[in-house]
Structures are given as C-alpha cells and as structure tokens.
T-cell receptor, first 112, second 115 residues
C-alpha cells in the first residue's frame, strides 16, 4: 500500500528559504502534490508536479522530484509570515485513479 | 459563497450517540471524499464516491457509513460514536474529467468531539 512520510515540524527565519521534504512509496502515481492548510481552514492545492518531471518552478515555489529515491521536496524562497501553515504532500493512485494518499503534514513556523 | 460546505462546523456529542456530518458542493464534481485529520497522522481517507452509485471504503472506514444522496451531497455517519473518533473531518471533491482533474477541493472542516 501507499505510504507518504514527512517530518512534523520546521522553523525558518523570515526571509530565508524553507525546504519541506517528503518520501513516498507508490511509483505509479501520475501527479504528486503539495497542499497548504492555514489555521482553521481546509486544504488548498499549492502546486503539483507531473511524475515524469524532475523540477517545477512557480514564482517563490520550487518542487523537486527524485523518482529513483521516491523523494519530493518543496522549496519556498524568501519565506514570509503568511507562509506559516501545515504543508501536506500527496500522491495519487495513478492509472486514472485520483484517490490521494496524504503525508502526515509539516507545520512550518516562521521566526521573525 | 464557498464551493464546498460542511455542517455542522463544530459538534460535541456523547459516546454511543449517532451523528451525521453533511457535505454539499456547488462545483458540479462527480467525485467526493471524506477524510479525518489527527495531529501527527495527517489526513486519512474514510470513504470516497466517484459518482452517485459508486461508494468505496477508504483506509479507515470501520465505525463509519456514508450516503451519496445526490451529485452535490455526501454525508458521513457515525452510528455509535466513540471517543477515538474525536477528530477534524474534511469533505473534498474532484472533477475527474481530464487535465488536472485530480485536484481536490476541500470544505472548511467539522471539528467533532466525542465525550
């Protein structure tokens, strides 16, 4: 079965880069995702990467995918206080099945 | 107006009581999902439905049941609530029709406490 793992906490100084890591087990995923959960809210899709890509950049966000090691990372450049949230990586079940398996979530805290 | 709504937003109930959580969506999506969120465990899938006549168990369906009353409505029931069902519950939808159809849209969550 699928298993997606993340470290639970990360603290970063405002203005520095944040790197959130994730490991997954299902090699048949079509897409891998990063969702953001702000306090008191549901999850929102932040970015995603197609499984045959190794990098995707979207403004301050960079997603790196290492399929060989089944490792996904999210880098947030110039981290701001508004980036404080829980970040979840997720993988789909592949082959047209969009059932997602989520990681445990990483709580990002910004130090002023 | 929110695309995915959940009612109630907060609920406290006693052990053994039956409780229903409701989810409605205006996105016109066929796929709907129920998750629970526990600290340190992330989101775990309880049930999902790919259309009105299709209901599937997720990884933690024991103690829960669901009903897909219409394309827009998907409810989750706890027949006899127990304290370890205390959690934050989320409903989500996805289009499933091509492109980035896998993106899921989440409701605001229902905080359930079972005493």
């Amino acid at each position: 079965g699928e298993d997606v793992e993340q470290s639970l906490f990360l603290s970063v100084r405002e203005g520095d880069s944040s790197v959130i890591n994730c490991t997954y087990t299902d090699s048949s995923s079509t897409y891998l995702y990063w969702y953001k959960q702000e306090p008191g809210a549901g999850l929102q899709l932040l970015t995603y990467i197609f499984s045959n890509m190794d990098m995707k950049q979207d403004q301050r966000l960079t997603v790196l995918l290492n399929k060989k090691d089944k490792h996904l990372s999210l880098r947030i450049a110039d981290t701001q206080t508004g980036d404080s949230a829980i970040y979840f990586c997720a993988e789909d079940a592949g082959f047209g099945n969009e059932k997602l398996t989520f990681g445990t979530g990483t709580r990002l805290t910004i130090i002023p | 107006d929110a695309d995915v709504t959940q009612t109630p937003r907060n609920r406290i109930t006693k052990t053994g009581k039956r409780i229903m959580l409701e989810c409605s969506q205006t996105k016109g999506h066929d796929r709907m999902y129920w998750y629970r969120q526990d600290p340190g465990l992330g989101l775990r899938l309880i049930y999902y439905s790919f259309d009105v006549k299709d209901i599937n168990k997720g990884e933690i369906s024991d103690g829960y049941s669901v009903s897909r009353q219409a394309q827009a409505k998907f409810s989750l029931s706890l027949e006899s609530a127990i304290p370890n069902q205390t959690a934050l519950y989320f409903c989500a939808t996805s289009a499933g029709t091509g492109g980035l159809s896998y993106e899921q849209y989440f409701g605001p969550g229902t905080r359930l406490t079972v005493t």
